[in-house]
């Protein structure tokens, strides 16, 4: 199954996590989350790898956006997002175990009109436009045109959380 038809990504609550499991083709998606969690129970997008340590890829290249997120501004600057300017604040938000590629300006996507758009030079792997609180670790951020781009909103994120997170460009 595909991580853009989850229904509840726009209205994602504490405590929520959505596990993408390792498989040999990659997930050629992107898309954005919104939801409010807590420190205690953070929203978690979280990677779960194979037996030899295979993480789950996100891969910008030809990925396709959720065509049910009508609302979904600035798609040509990262693969995932968290929060809209101006419609969701997202808050405890964190991405764990992923590899996140590809989003960069040789490569295509599709829009959610079904569009085909170029990224632009400095998008990237993860982008807390509009989030309070949000992490990344243990994840693999490559060949984007930067790894992580902030927004607004954002008053407290962090990439590594004490754990480790490799940039590949």
Request: glycine share 8%; charged share 15%.
């Amino acid at each position: 199954s595909r991580i853009i038809d989850i229904p509840t990504l726009d209205s994602l609550k504490q405590g929520d996590s959505i596990k993408v499991y390792y498989q040999s083709a990659h997930y050629f998606e992107k898309f954005r989350m919104n939801g409010v969690g807590t420190a205690a129970h953070p929203i978690v997008l979280i990677g779960i790898a194979d037996g030899k340590g295979n993480k789950p890829v996100l891969d910008g290249n030809n990925a396709v956006s959720n065509i049910n997120q009508a609302s979904f501004s600035n798609q040509d600057r990262q693969v995932v997002k968290i929060g809209e300017y101006g419609l969701f604040i997202s808050d405890f938000i964190e991405i764990v175990g992923l590899e996140i590629r590809n989003a960069n300006a040789n490569n295509l996507f599709m829009d959610n009109a079904n569009t085909p758009q170029y990224y632009t030079s400095g998008a990237c792997g993860w982008r807390p436009e509009s989030c309070i609180h949000s992490s990344v670790r243990n994840c693999i951020l490559d060949s984007c045109g930067n790894s992580f781009q902030g927004g607004n909103a954002i008053l407290n994120n962090t990439i590594t959380n004490n754990n480790p997170i490799q940039i590949l460009v």
